[in-house]
């Protein structure tokens, strides 16, 4: 038999401690200067043990805070269905929180005046967000609504309130959307943002809703965090 590497010896400890859940989700584990006086190796033994099961999705490195066990990776439908941050949490079992980092009435650039169908310059409401599933920064929302469609959005507390109901209240619900997938790199502001590296996978959905009639009222890019979110996509032969 091929003889076992320190560091997968070690590996194999560290994963039976996340089973055994001596190693809780969400919890910090100890440090690499810790882990490797405890296992009397040196420090890029334990590295290399942790990076393979930070490759294998059992742990996550922090900015700023060390290498914490994972939860598993939140299962968003909301690329095939028209459901809120909320509902998509709760489905996965985790608590919903919402930041509002920017509300304001600006002049629409050309591309959000092209998304919305408006002129360059017409009024909309600029709403940025940064929304958490059980205090961990998940997704980045930026959206656009011409000020036409719901006039008084800023006077709506996002915190506690969602876009889409306030859409609705405004005879404006939005019952169709059309979105776009792309993978990025964080940039720093996103990183800091979203408590993860600069230049860590991004998914980036760029959305248009529309109302009943058509209209679009919504224009939104969401940046979600790569390592806490899958997507799943039904197709059919075209």
């Known amino acids: 038999m091929p003889k076992i590497s320190l560091h997968e010896t070690i590996e194999r400890d560290m994963r039976l401690r996340i089973e055994a859940g001596e190693w809780r989700e969400g919890s910090l584990i100890p440090g690499e200067v810790e882990l490797a006086e405890a296992y009397g190796v040196s420090r890029p033994t334990v590295r290399q043990a942790l990076q393979t099961l930070v490759s294998e999705g059992l742990l996550e490195r922090r900015r700023r805070r060390g290498t914490i066990v994972r939860s598993p990776k939140i299962d968003q439908s909301f690329a095939l269905a028209l459901r809120s941050f909320d509902d998509e949490m709760i489905a996965n079992e985790r608590v919903p929180r919402t930041q509002v980092l920017l509300l304001k009435r600006s002049p629409a650039d050309d591309e959000v005046a092209q998304a919305l169908s408006l002129e360059p310059g017409d009024a909309v409401f600029k709403l940025v967000r940064l929304r958490y599933a059980d205090e961990t920064p998940n997704v980045l929302n930026e959206s656009y609504i011409p000020a036409w469609a719901a006039p008084e959005l800023d006077e709506c507390d996002f915190s506690q309130r969602s876009l889409y109901a306030v859409l609705s209240e405004c005879g404006h619900a939005v019952v169709s959307a ?25 998914f980036l959905f760029h959305t248009v809703g529309f109302d009943g009639e058509g209209r679009a009222v919504e224009y939104s890019i969401a940046s979600y965090r790569g390592a806490s979110n899958s997507f799943e996509f039904s197709v059919g032969l075209g």
């Open 178 to 202: 059309r979105r776009r997938l792309e993978v990025i790199k964080a940039d720093e502001t996103s990183a800091t943002l979203l408590d993860v590296d600069e230049g860590d996978p991004l």
